[in-house]
């Protein structure tokens, strides 16, 4: 059974950090993407970042500042924020697809095959 689980999620002070793992069981590692989208209110899905053996990516909004790493061993990818902003606040959700989606950018949730339940990141000014 597939199964994507988030956590690390939580209140922060602007400046702050947070590292959210997505720990992603019932897959073969190597033969899939794992990307990170946020969703606040009021506003589309953006993707953050996107994760494989063919490439990773990270967000033009948040690069520098956010870092994406993948443990294989324990089937875990992990969005590690920085500086965090207020306009960083929202929903925070892994979603798995084929390998080869992060080549590209891995930015379309259309891409993506499995969702987490999402995990809320509030940034307080």
């Known amino acids: 059974q597939v199964q994507l689980v988030e956590s690390g999620g939580g209140l922060v002070q602007a400046g702050g950090s947070l590292r959210l793992s997505c720990a992603a069981a019932?897959?073969?590692?190597?033969?899939?993407?794992i990307g990170w989208f946020r969703q606040a209110p009021g506003r589309e899905r953006e993707g953050v970042s996107c994760?494989?053996?063919?490439?990773?990516h990270v967000a033009d909004s948040v690069k520098g500042r956010f870092t994406v790493s993948k443990d294989d061993a324990k089937n875990t990818v992990y969005l590690q924020m920085n500086s965090l902003k207020f306009e960083d606040t929202a929903v925070y959700s892994c979603?798995?697809?084929?390998?080869?989606?992060?080549?590209?950018?891995?930015?379309?949730?259309?891409?993506?095959?499995?969702w987490g339940q999402g995990t809320q990141v509030t940034v307080s000014s």
């Open positions: 994760i494989s053996v063919a490439a990773t």
């Open positions: 979603a798995v697809g084929p390998r080869n989606v992060c080549v590209y950018g891995g930015r379309s949730a259309g891409d993506f095959n499995y």
């Open positions: 019932g897959f073969t590692f190597d033969n899939i993407a």
